[in-house]
């Protein structure tokens, strides 16, 4: 979930990608036909009856079949939530669109009143979707919205650009559209610009300053317990970055000849970083079907339907990150501008401060999120907490079991807390 991540040094040479990937496309398709094909025919409980081997080859056919796939944007798919033991309707609306971001409402039928809460979704590679578990957890006790980003592959070039400062104004603008008395959560990367608005709004006494404000896993000051993301940033030039890894989207694309990052490259870095597990996962997968276990397969079908959905960003967002946040760790160091204006989190004072950290985190170390609160220093000491979950990864404070179990709860506490 982190920006700065660069993919492993034989997947550069590709040189400009956009083309070699519509290739691929092209020859992967019939052996993805194949594969479905065939793995339908395997699935059958006829095939299974008379060929003890059917499932075996059914699950053969059904990872080649995901190995070859397209995976598009996921739906949130979240059409109920249940509050106070009741089965509620949700809806998704759209409440303000804007070129690059819509901010996405999911509506409940309740007339009972909960805390408005602003999910600020990572924008990092990943469609917003990847919070699927995190929105699920905090509707039945919150009116939540949530940043639903827009591949930059689709934005045409003549909507404009988008860089970090466009991204804190958003976050305001946001704010502002949900009203007074909000409160907010960056999941990961967004933990930066969510705290540089927040501190703009303070120090300007705007009314729509949220009453909580939560950073979750996020690279606060990666100078602290550096992991393999952040050193990269620290071991080459920005104009690496660049000359490496920013393309062009073709003409006949939406976006055509908007700079990006391609989100493959993102997916390609992550994926190298735990080349190994996501091996076992998938072998892990052939197992379950094999065996029948269909929550086991459905769980991974779920997480890598998301993992593998992948989405460009804006080249000069890309690279302003880069620079401001992992390279010369502006923030941290109270050097940090929004257009050439300081941002000074000492304003904050009437927003409460929550932060959590994984133990087992190897994309944002511990300790880097937990750093907002020296920053943070006009805020008493009992509107702040800091939460350490020691058993779980990047991921897993914001999905899965200990997400639902442990965080959210306390979460869910501490915005009640401070209403």
């Known amino acids: 979930m982190a920006v700065a991540i660069a993919p492993p040094r034989g997947l550069i040479q590709l040189g400009r990608m956009y083309f070699p990937i519509a290739w691929s496309r092209s020859y992967a398709w019939p052996m993805n036909a194949w594969a479905t094909a065939a793995k339908t025919f395997w699935s059958h409980p006829l095939a299974s009856l008379h060929l003890p081997l059917g499932r075996h080859l059914a699950a053969g056919a059904e990872l080649l079949e995901r190995s070859t796939r397209h995976y598009a944007k996921p739906p949130f798919a979240l059409e109920t939530t249940r509050i106070e033991g009741s089965e509620v309707p949700v809806r998704e609306e759209v409440t303000l669109r804007t070129p690059f971001c819509d901010l996405l409402h999911f509506r409940r039928e309740t007339s009972l009143q909960h805390p408005k809460l602003l999910v600020v979704a990572p924008l990092s590679g990943h469609h917003a979707s990847l919070l699927r578990d995190t929105v699920a957890a905090l509707l039945p006790d919150h009116d939540v919205y949530v940043t639903d980003w827009v591949d930059a592959r689709l934005v045409p070039l003549a909507r404009g650009s988008f860089d970090l400062d466009d991204y804190i104004e958003l976050v305001q603008r946001f704010l502002r559209a949900i009203g007074p008395g909000a409160h907010v959560l960056a999941v990961c990367q967004p933990a930066v610009p969510v705290l540089a608005a927040v501190s703009l709004m303070a120090e300007d006494g705007d009314a729509a300053a949220p009453r909580t404000m939560?950073?979750?896993?996020?690279?606060?000051?990666?100078?602290?317990?550096?992991?393999?993301?952040?050193?990269?940033?620290?071991?080459?030039?920005?104009?690496?970055?660049?000359?490496?890894?920013?393309?062009?989207?073709?003409?006949?694309?939406?976006?055509?000849?908007?700079?990006?990052?391609?989100?493959?490259?993102?997916?390609?870095?992550?994926?190298?970083?735990?080349?190994?597990?996501?091996?076992?996962?998938?072998?892990?997968?052939?197992?379950?079907?094999?065996?029948?276990?269909?929550?086991?397969?459905?769980?991974?079908?779920?997480?890598?339907?998301?993992?593998?959905?992948?989405?460009?960003?804006?080249?000069?967002?890309?690279?302003?990150?880069?620079?401001?946040?992992?390279?010369?760790?502006?923030?941290?160091?109270?050097?940090?501008?929004?257009?050439?204006?300081a941002v000074r989190p000492e304003a904050i004072r009437d927003t409460a401060l929550l932060t959590v950290e994984g133990g087992k985190d190897d994309i944002t170390g511990v300790g880097q999120t937990r750093a907002a609160h020296a920053l943070c220093s006009s805020i008493p000491d009992d509107r702040r907490e800091h939460h350490l979950q020691p058993d779980v990864g990047h991921y897993g404070t914001f999905s899965g079991r200990r997400w639902r179990e442990e965080i959210a709860p306390r979460l869910r506490a501490f915005i009640r807390a401070h209403m």
């Open 214 to 341: 939560t950073l979750m896993s996020g690279p606060v000051d990666p100078r602290v317990n550096p992991t393999a993301p952040n050193r990269l940033a620290t071991t080459r030039p920005l104009s690496w970055f660049e000359s490496s890894l920013i393309q062009r989207v073709p003409a006949g694309e939406p976006g055509g000849m908007r700079l990006v990052y391609p989100g493959l490259l993102q997916l390609a870095a992550f994926v190298s970083m735990n080349y190994e597990r996501h091996l076992d996962a998938h072998w892990q997968l052939y197992h379950a079907l094999v065996d029948g276990a269909d929550e086991r397969a459905d769980a991974h079908r779920r997480f890598y339907d998301d993992y593998f959905a992948v989405m460009d960003l804006p080249a000069e967002y890309y690279l302003q990150t880069i620079a401001t946040v992992f390279q010369r760790h502006d923030l941290p160091l109270g050097r940090m501008l929004h257009r050439r204006r």
